[in-house]
Each structure stands twice: as C-alpha cells, then as structure tokens.
C-alpha cells in the first residue's frame, strides 16, 4: 500500500521532499512543478494540489492526491542598527527588547520574537535572553528571531551602537549663589542648562 500525507506545510524558501523510492514495483508520474532529483524521490516547493499517477508492473493504475501550502516567513523592517544608552555611566549599555520588538518587523500579529545574544544560540534554541531590558557591553549585537503560527521563522542581526552623548560643560563649572541673612543659599537650577549647554528636549536630574 502506498501511504502519501494529505495536507502538506512547509515554509517559503523550503522545500518538501516526497520520497516513493521504496516502492519497487510501481513507477509514478506527478503533475504540477516537481523536480524528481533521483530515482522516485521529487522535490515540491509551490503551494498546489499534485496528482500523483501509479503504475504497477502488472499495469495497473491509481491516483492519489495531495496537497502542498507554502507558508510565508515574517517579514523584517529594513533595520539593521539600534542605539543603546549608558545610563549609569558605567561602560554597561541597555538594551530595551520591547521598544526593539516593535520596531524590527513589519507587522508582529501572530508572531513570536526571541532574542539571544549569539547566532549560535539563536540556532540551537539556547540561551534566550528573557528579560525585558537586555544588558552589555560595546561592541555587541542582538540576534533577533521571528516565528509565526506556521512554526516559519526567520532571523537577523542587529547591531548595538551608542546613542548620542550628551555634550555638557565639565562638570567643575562654578555656580555663583548669595547666602541669605538667615544663612541659608538660594540657586535656580534651571539657570543650569545654559550654562551646562544642555539641550531643551532633554530631560535633567538633580541630586
């Protein structure tokens, strides 16, 4: 009895393998796009229904038929660099992966992103990274990837830079302030950002 799957899914840029070589006794003809890359072994790799005709050696003939979808891989923006920020000052550079969920695929219904630090990793499914703020250091990238319900996937590497720094005055700058007649200093700290040259969309702490 000659048993071939009814339904069929494999990924874009995939192919199914249907392999009747154990089949001695019977020759086969199969219609549709198929390359046949050794004796009774046929490669698939367009969505369609195939029709596969069976001969015995006594010339007798059925059909069986199958069907083959190709499932699309989620697709990437044009992404490739993403700035990262020292916010301790301590040579350590986070990584927020929800921001960077957002931003490296097209359209992320339905679909699963994992992170991990290495290719290597990525490809032996190891070693994910789980939190929601990833840190490191310079020079590094993260490897991102996208898997849909269809169990496609596809992956890619982004690449950590440092964000922009912030050029302020040192930071042994003077500041002129008068002492009260009850002892005490009074000083605008918003008077700061020009002399420290410090841009008006940035946000200023003081401690």
């Given at each position: ?197 410090i841009p008006a969309n940035y946000i200023v702490s003081y401690f």
């Open positions: 009895m000659i048993t071939i799957e009814n339904e069929i899914l494999i990924c874009e840029d995939e192919t199914y393998t249907l392999d009747l070589s154990q089949y001695a006794d019977y020759t086969f003809t199969i219609s549709g796009n198929v390359t046949e890359v050794t004796a009774k072994v046929y490669r698939i790799s367009e969505t369609g229904t195939y029709t596969v005709t069976v001969t015995s050696n006594a010339g007798c003939e059925s059909t069986l038929n199958f069907d083959v979808q190709v499932a699309a891989k989620p697709t990437f923006t044009a992404m490739t660099t993403y700035d990262v920020c020292d916010a301790n000052i301590d040579g350590n550079y986070e990584v927020d992966l929800v921001v960077l969920s957002g931003l490296v695929v097209e359209n992320n219904t339905g679909v699963t992103l994992s992170f991990y630090a290495s290719e290597a990793d990525l490809l032996a499914n190891v070693n994910a990274i789980t939190a929601d703020i990833y840190t490191t250091r310079l020079p590094a990238q993260v490897w991102v990837k996208a898997s849909n319900a269809q169990n496609c996937f596809d992956y890619k590497a982004i690449q950590l830079v440092a964000g922009d720094v912030i050029a302020i005055a040192p930071s042994t700058t003077a500041l002129e302030a008068c002492i009260g007649q009850n002892g005490t200093t009074e000083y605008d700290l918003t008077s700061m950002r020009a002399r420290m040259n």
